[in-house]
């Protein structure tokens, strides 16, 4: 089961994109940039190589824009272009960066200790993972699968959604009121017609927080998929992660997750957010 891809959009070349730090009116946004990484961002987790095509149906951004982001992603490493048929598939230049990122994240290998703990619980089908925000999504920084022949399939570097999964909605709440509104805003900018259905997603979160010590996601996100997770903060104060544990929910039931882990991963959470 791999976590849903959103599909970035663009607009034309003179027209200044919206976003998460950057609006129309946003004179020190660089959209340019901002397009660049729409590109990359296109690359889903089981796909190898793009057309421009294929990138510029993704992004909503003109063909001929795509041709020149492409070509200069290329010219700086982080895409590769195929010989024979012209398309692109990720290039070193993007692992460097990842690698880059991963190496500064200390917390990840803490947080595989918690998470082996986590995992060796009463229901073997439990998977647990700790993740960071990203836009409007939950990026996957370290991962404890089970052994199990069924299990969900999980990996550094998947995607949950933030305001259906339960590692998102954890990281919500662990925000400030004026960051999650914020978050709130654009979310419903993207998807205006799920507006009550976003602002009742943050209140439940909120809710399940204040009653059981976390939040919950049970078939949310993905009718088969059940979890819960915990905000964590980072020893310094200046990042703000989530971790969660689940499970198919034909195999681990949100009781079971509430009764048999809650207590567990809150004092996980507690513990990350604490030790340096």
Partial sequence: MQPDEAQTEGNGDDTP???????????????????????????????????????????????????????????????????????????????????????????????????????????????????????????????RQTNQAVSLTMEVGARLPLFQSAIGRAILVGMSEEERTHLLHMAIEDRPESEQQLRKSVSDALDSFAEHGVVTSFGDWRKEVNGIAVPVRAPAGDRLYALNVGGPSFLVTGEELLEAYGERLAASGQMLSTVG
């Fill in 17 to 143: 994109d919206t976003g998460e730090g950057g609006t129309a009116t946003d004179r020190n946004f660089v959209s340019s940039i901002a397009r660049g990484f729409d590109v990359l961002r296109c690359f889903r987790p089981d796909e190898r190589r793009l057309t421009n095509q294929q990138i510029a149906s993704r992004t909503g951004l003109p063909k001929p824009t795509v041709s020149r982001l492409t070509y200069t992603l290329r010219k700086l490493g982080y895409l590769v272009q195929s010989d024979t048929d012209g398309s692109y598939r990720l290039g070193a230049g993007v692992l460097s960066l990842g690698y880059s990122v991963l190496a500064q994240m200390e917390i990840a290998d803490r947080a595989k200790e918690e998470m082996a703990r986590l995992c060796e619980g009463p229901n073997p089908y439990v998977t647990a993972a700790l993740g960071e925000r990203h836009r409007l999504q939950v990026v996957y920084l370290a991962v």
